[in-house]
């Protein structure tokens, strides 16, 4: 049984910082590509970063520069820094693979607001 759990989310100001973790039971997850996505309420849930089996990177432009997708294969985590953050930024935050069929955490909320 696959289980994807996100951490880390929390309320932050304005060009602060927060790392969103996202660790995974049931998969490994440095042999699948995984997603970072983000959706606030009335719009659709939008692909902010991924992290292929290769390492490769990639990014939506509203977040290139500030955040960073990574993951350790011994501790089977993923995680996304986000600096810099913006009130544009606020979202609940999931993060998601596919493996014959697509698989999402529970999301963890990010606030960024004075």
């Known amino acids: 049984q696959v289980q994807l759990v996100e951490s880390g989310g929390g309320l932050v100001q304005p060009g602060g910082s927060l790392r969103l973790s996202c660790a995974a039971s049931g998969i490994i997850l440095n042999v699948v590509t995984v997603d970072w996505y983000r959706q606030t309420p009335g719009k659709e849930r939008e692909l902010v970063a991924t992290i292929t089996r290769g390492g490769n990177t990639y990014y939506t432009d509203s977040v290139k520069g500030r955040f960073t997708i990574s993951g350790n294969a011994a501790k089977n985590t993923v995680w996304l820094q986000m600096n810099s953050l913006k009130p544009d930024d606020t979202a609940v935050y999931y993060c998601?693979?596919?493996?014959?069929?697509?698989?999402w955490g529970q999301g963890t909320q990010v606030t960024v607001s004075s």
């Open positions: 998601s693979t596919y493996l014959r069929t697509r698989y």
